[in-house]
């Protein structure tokens, strides 16, 4: 009932915040897009976070704005590297883009199809997120054409996503992003919680947690914390690292002693049994929503989608049996 009555007030707040003209995430659909600028000059110093002049064409529209690199692991590993694109908000009014100053784009690790891929898949797990909680983050799928000004190559057509702000899907739930150094388990909504650890089992993701990495000033690693005037939310991000996505560059934590990230690892804390059950079973009820899901991404074959499909399934199959399942993910609690 405690879930209920979250997912109630989430709903609640989403009717009555006021919030501000963002149409970009309010949609699913992929927008074809073509950012134009000094693309090696951008990607030759992955250390620098120095803003170079672009454009983007989108919707009929051309935006004059700043790109700059980001992010940290995939720095090392990747050819394409995460971008922020940098909007002049007195230019976006009447655009899609209308509300937009700072904007994160995910895009694949290389140019293969594979890293592609694998970037449908790591979108596909924000959306399978979307399907269980408001308290997500929402993110706008692009065909987005590269082409380099600093050299004379062929333009190159990729899928990539672009990420909602932080600050906009606080406001979204009514409230505001936390800049605490550290949290404690008992102010967080141990509902939403217990969806958070069921999530990231179904996912296969151990690349999270509730504490503040060591070069960030506050918390958490791969997740937002939202605090509301009821209480703290804990919003996660990133999930290249996942079993679902399985991306070559992807490898477990040692200390964990499992052989590869495909494999499930229950990672959440100890908590409430009937909130670690409504978790279960609000994934559960979703299974069919995400199977259609999964069926819709571009990309993928279907060879890939069946795969996904069937990963997933090894979760719902163990959910059947609910009793043991749950058992499972207390005996593997974090105290």
Not at 58 to 79: F, P, Y
Not at 288 to 297: K, R, W
């Amino acid at each position: 009932m405690a879930a209920v009555r979250f997912t109630a007030l989430l709903t609640a707040v989403l009717l009555l915040s006021p919030l501000r003209a963002t149409p970009l995430f309010d949609d699913t659909s992929i927008i074809d897009a073509a950012l134009e600028g000094p693309l090696q000059d951008l990607l030759g110093d992955p250390d620098s976070r120095d803003q170079l002049p672009f454009l983007l064409h989108a919707d009929g529209t051309e935006h004059a704005i700043k790109v700059r690199l980001r992010g940290k692991s995939r720095l090392r590993v990747c050819d394409l590297l995460p971008m922020r694109l940098n909007f002049k908000k007195s230019e976006v009014n009447g655009t899609l883009f209308e509300g937009q100053d700072k904007l994160k784009l995910v895009v694949p690790c290389h140019t293969s199809e594979r890293a592609e891929k694998n970037l449908i898949e790591e979108y596909a797990i924000y959306r399978i997120f979307n399907l269980l909680t408001p308290a997500s983050y929402r993110v706008r799928l692009l065909r987005l054409t590269f082409s380099d000004t600093a050299r004379d190559d062929d333009d190159v057509r990729l899928h990539a996503f672009l990420l909602e702000p932080a600050d906009q899907m606080a406001e979204r739930l009514g409230g505001r992003e936390s800049e605490l150094p550290e949290v404690s388990l008992s102010w967080l909504d141990a509902d939403h919680m217990a969806l958070v650890y069921v999530f990231q089992y179904l996912i296969a993701n151990v690349d999270w947690s509730l504490v503040k990495p060591h070069e960030e000033k506050s918390c958490c690693h791969n997740g937002t914390l939202v605090e509301t005037d009821a209480d703290i939310l804990y919003v996660p991000y990133d999930f290249d690292l996942s079993g679902f996505v399985d991306a070559p560059y992807a490898f477990p934590p040692p200390d964990l002693r499992i052989d590869s990230v495909t494999q499930r690892r229950y990672r959440g804390f100890c908590t409430d049994r009937d909130a670690l059950e409504q978790a279960l079973h609000t994934v559960v009820s979703k299974r069919q929503d995400i199977a259609s899901l999964i069926d819709s991404l571009p990309v993928l074959s279907d060879r890939n989608r069946q795969s996904r499909t069937s990963y997933l399934d090894q979760f719902f199959r163990a959910a059947e049996k609910e009793d043991m399942l749950l058992k499972r993910f207390e005996n593997r609690c974090l105290d």
